[in-house]
């Protein structure tokens, strides 16, 4: 029998009325689990580990840095602080030398919070930027992968992190690779310096 999407899940299986953050507490508090990481290649560390508590729901969501542009460090930073720039879009970059050969970020010029706040032409160019940023980070040479990440839980100014690993390390695949980062010794800053002019040469 064939069984897909559609057999998972139907109109009459999904609740009416979402899990509000408390229902979630409660159900999650007393059963978290502890992934089987020291089976994962990917998983950067050795040792035992358990998962901490999970603390109950906050009132309010805790606000972002520069929420509605008010004391935003990229609306405040000028061009000259970005390794990169034109019209609509700034690359920025790590104040200090990562672990991984490129870490830059893509933010749109002006301020918006979330994917959905952009405009439709801003957000259609958006697809077009995010193309052209890898390509410029894998013209470095030797990279195997360059991870597209958004968070949004830090700074609101609407924001992408581009991660490139490097090749031949399978060790360092997935989303895991933003936690190599940190692990890595960082780079030496000349070639730090090198790898970022070449990613802002092919950018043009």
């Known amino acids: ?5 559609d057999t998972l899940i139907s109109p009459t299986s999904i609740a ?3 899990e509000t953050p408390e229902e979630l507490y409660e159900r999650a508090k007393d059963a978290l689990r502890a992934p089987p990481v020291e089976e994962w290649e990917t998983w950067p560390f050795d040792g035992e580990l358990r998962p901490k508590a999970l603390l109950p729901p906050s ?3 805790p606000p972002r840095h520069g929420e509605g542009g008010v004391g935003c460090w990229a609306c405040d930073t000028a061009d000259d602080e970005f390794i990169w720039t034109s019209e609509r879009w700034r690359l920025s970059t790590t104040r200090e030398p990562p672990g991984l050969p490129v870490v830059v970020i893509l933010l749109p010029r002006a301020h918006y919070a979330d994917p959905g706040d952009l405009p439709e032409e801003v957000a259609a160019e958006l697809g077009i930027m995010i193309s ?5 980070v894998r013209s470095v040479g030797e990279i195997g992968r360059v991870h597209v990440c958004r ?3 830090g700074s609101e ?14 060790q360092l695949k997935t ?3 933003a936690i190599w980062d940190d692990v890595l010794p960082p780079l ?5 310096r090198e790898n970022l002019a070449a990613v802002t040469k092919a950018l043009g």
């Open 188 to 192: 030496p800053e000349g070639l730090w």
């Open 157 to 170: 100014h609407l924001h992408w992190w581009f991660l490139a690993r490097p090749a031949r390390l399978p």
């Open 59 to 61: 009132e309010a969501e």
């Open 1 to 5: 029998m064939r069984r897909g999407f």
């Open 16 to 18: 009416s009325v979402p």
């Open 151 to 153: 968070w949004g839980d």
């Open 175 to 177: 989303n895991l690779v």
């Open 132 to 136: 052209r940023v890898e390509r410029a």
